[in-house]
């Protein structure tokens, strides 16, 4: 089956750590986005990638960093700069930046700080 | 600067019913419109998308409306079902950013 995986679905965090959230698609999309949302929110831009080895900061990008060193791979790093990461963490891929195209999600990783 | 937002934070139906969820999105250089269901938990799903060029699509049970005047999007869902039940986001794709931006949803609820 193509799709996105995202892992885990439920992580815990203690202050102070970093950690890292999963993403692998097997779609052959060039394009790849990490989104946070929040409760009762819509979806906010962390980062975006448009092919290998090149990444871009979206909207909130402050606290967090990602590589994408494959293509089918793009982890997201969320580090102990960000005062607030208790989120639901939704990775997504498109064909290419270039394309008017719908963005595929993954199902998400809750991440809670403890 | 770019923001897409929803009218109507909830939205309750009586099954059977149509629905009509609305949004409204404020940078004129927006070229490319969709609409994603999300279930509790789960990441969006692609419902239909529309181009700029165009002011009416229609999907299976599910037509998207674009007025580019007032900057003005809408999802009618005909005949709206209890699996219909979800927060249903408008998002948009400019020139120059080629990331989706998102609004911030409708619940929409149906009623037995």
């Known amino acids: 089956d193509g799709g996105i995986t995202q892992s885990p679905k439920y992580l815990f965090r203690k202050e102070g750590q970093n950690v890292t959230l999963s993403c692998e698609q097997n779609?052959?999309?060039?394009?790849m986005y990490w989104y946070r949302q929040d409760p009762g929110q819509g979806l906010r831009l962390i980062y975006y990638?448009?092919?290998?080895?090149?990444?871009q900061k979206g909207d909130i990008a402050e606290g967090y960093s990602v590589s994408r060193e494959k293509k089918e791979s793009f982890p997201l790093t969320v580090t102990s700069a960000q005062k607030n990461p208790t989120a639901f963490y939704l990775c997504?891929?498109?064909?290419?930046?270039?394309?008017?195209?719908?963005?595929?999600f993954g199902q998400g990783t809750r991440l809670t700080v403890v | 600067g770019e923001s897409v937002g929803l009218h109507l934070p909830t939205l309750s139906v009586q099954e059977g019913d149509n629905s009509i969820i609305n949004c409204a999105y404020s940078?004129?250089?927006?070229?490319?419109f969709i609409w994603y269901k999300q279930e509790s938990g789960k990441g969006p799903q692609f419902i239909i998308d529309?181009?700029?060029?165009?002011d009416k699509r229609q999907g299976q049970r599910v037509t998207v409306l674009l007025n580019k005047t007032v900057k003005h999007l809408s999802l009618q869902i005909a005949a709206t079902q209890p699996g219909d039940s979800a927060v249903y986001f408008c998002?948009?794709?400019?020139?120059?950013?080629?990331?989706?931006?998102f609004g911030s949803g409708t619940r929409l609820q149906v009623q037995p």
């Open positions: 997504a891929s498109s064909i290419s930046l270039a394309i008017n195209t719908e963005a595929f």
């Open positions: 779609l052959n999309h060039d394009a």
């Open positions: 990638s448009q092919i290998v080895n090149d990444f």
């Open positions: 940078n004129s250089a927006s070229d490319y």
């Open positions: 529309i181009r700029s060029n165009m």
């Open positions: 998002a948009q794709r400019t020139t120059g950013r080629r990331a989706l931006t």
